[in-house]
């Protein structure tokens, strides 16, 4: 076999390789986004759940008259509680860190890979392949391709246990509340 027939090989498998990766720096932005703006939220809502009531102090002291501003840092405490809970729930932050973290281990194959592949077609360029040779070029391709599908199905299978866990913490969160509740404590009493 000739090694060009290997390259071509090569290259289809670099376009799909490719390919498959150009997903997560697209997801990764939208996540980048929404984690930063759920948390910024979350920070400017918790802070103004714990400046709300010193305003109504200060004022309320110069004015004598109550603005009742303390519901208010309740509303905002209870937003910022929200906005993190949307965030642990639908994982926009770990997500985020997820992806880049996965999009950084899948350019290091590719460039581990691609170099690597250098020294392969200087070393067989315009050969005729013996089979041994054509074998060790097809187990590299593979276990380059291998390697990569590995990589997404890692990220794949943290992805799902995180969406389990967080699933499994909400669900525990409101039993926690329902089981608290006066209605379900009255009829423990009868």
């Given at each position: 076999?000739?090694?060009?027939?290997?390259?071509?090989?090569?290259?289809?498998?670099?376009?799909?390789?490719?390919?498959?990766?150009?997903?997560?720096?697209?997801?990764?932005?939208?996540?980048?986004?929404?984690?930063?703006?759920?948390?910024?939220?979350?920070?400017?809502?918790?802070?103004?759940?714990?400046?709300?009531?010193?305003?109504?102090?200060?004022?309320?002291?110069?004015?004598?008259?109550?603005?009742?501003?303390?519901n208010?840092?309740?509303?905002?405490?209870?937003?910022?509680?929200?906005?993190?809970?949307?965030?642990?729930?639908?994982g926009?932050?770990?997500?985020w860190?997820?992806?880049?973290?996965?999009?950084?281990?899948?350019?290091?194959?590719?460039?581990?890979?691609?170099?690597?592949?250098l020294?392969?077609?200087?070393?067989?360029?315009?050969?005729?392949l013996?089979?041994?040779?054509?074998s060790q070029?097809?187990d590299?391709?593979?276990?380059?391709?291998?390697?990569?599908?590995?990589?997404?199905?890692?990220?794949t299978?943290?992805?799902?246990?995180?969406?389990?866990?967080?699933?499994?913490?909400?669900?525990?969160l409101?039993?926690?509340?329902?089981?608290?509740?006066?209605?379900?404590?009255r009829?423990?009493?009868?």
């Amino acid at each position: 076999m000739k090694f060009e027939e290997l390259a071509k090989y090569y290259q289809s498998t670099l376009q799909n390789v490719e390919s498959a990766t150009s997903w997560y720096p697209k997801k990764r932005k939208s996540f980048r986004f929404y984690s930063q703006a759920i948390r910024l939220g979350t920070v400017l809502l918790a802070g103004l759940g714990g400046i709300l009531p010193l305003v109504e102090l200060a004022i309320s002291s110069l004015v004598s008259q109550e603005l009742n501003l303390v519901n208010y840092g309740y509303v905002a405490f209870s937003l910022a509680a929200s906005l993190f809970l949307i965030d642990k729930y639908f994982g926009y932050s770990t997500g985020w860190m997820r992806f880049m973290l996965t999009e950084l281990e899948l350019r290091k194959v590719i460039t581990q890979k691609k170099s690597e592949w250098l020294y392969i077609e200087i070393a067989n360029k315009g050969k005729e392949l013996t089979e041994d040779e054509t074998s060790q070029i097809l187990d590299f391709i593979k276990l380059f391709n291998d390697s990569i599908d590995a990589l997404i199905v890692a990220e794949t299978k943290e992805w799902i246990n995180e969406f389990k866990s967080s699933y499994q913490s909400l669900e525990k969160l409101t039993q926690q509340k329902s089981s608290g509740s006066p209605s379900k404590n009255r009829t423990t009493e009868l």
